[in-house]
């Protein structure tokens, strides 16, 4: 392995390492106090997508774990925007900073082209696999709102109320976010 490919993995392990301290921010902007941080958060959508993808035999597994761990790597170098900021900035805004952030990060390793290319994919949601970690996303931070709420959270309904046909396209993602959606509706009344 040449010394620049080992300098770029080290660097990148370094800079991948401050996931685990980036808290998710939205959970903050809430009032929660101990909230998951990005990493937990990335975790949670890969093991998803390792067992759900189970369910999924079509979908190209080694694509559907990378785009999981991938999705929000960027969050190393311009920290997680909440909604919020995305809504103020734009999504091609957050979409460019982002690859950007991607572009540095992987700069210097044999595969940074794939793994920007499979990035660019999920982002675009271009093929089942893409659509399916956003989906898990998406169920991910579900599970754990209601993880908040049965902790004793409240102001947590924001996160329920955007359902627009995220879990259309993969039934058992849609059951299971039913499931979800109806302890949360049992724990409102």
Do not use: C
């Amino acid at each position: 392995m040449e010394d620049h490919t080992l300098a770029s993995l080290a660097e990148l392990q370094i800079r991948l390492q401050t996931l685990k301290l980036l808290p998710r921010t939205g959970w903050l902007q809430r009032g929660l106090g101990d909230v998951e941080s990005v990493a937990e958060h990335s975790f949670g959508v890969a093991a998803l997508a390792l067992i759900v993808g189970d369910q999924h035999p079509q979908l190209d597994r080694e694509r559907l774990l990378a785009m999981a761990l991938l999705h929000d790597m960027a969050e190393a170098l311009i920290g997680d925007l909440p909604a919020s900021a995305r809504r103020l900035f734009g999504v091609q805004a957050k979409q460019e900073a982002e690859r950007k952030a991607l572009l540095e990060l992987l700069d210097g390793l044999p595969q940074a082209e794939r793994y920007l290319a499979l990035w660019e994919e999920y982002s675009r949601g271009a093929t089942p696999e893409a659509r399916l970690v956003k989906a898990l996303d998406r169920l991910e931070m579900l599970g754990q709102a209601l993880v908040y709420e049965r902790a004793g959270a409240r102001s947590l309904d924001e996160f329920w109320e955007e359902r627009n046909g995220w879990f259309d396209e993969f039934p058992l993602v849609g059951a299971l976010a039913d499931r979800l959606y109806a302890e949360h509706d049992r724990r409102a009344r």
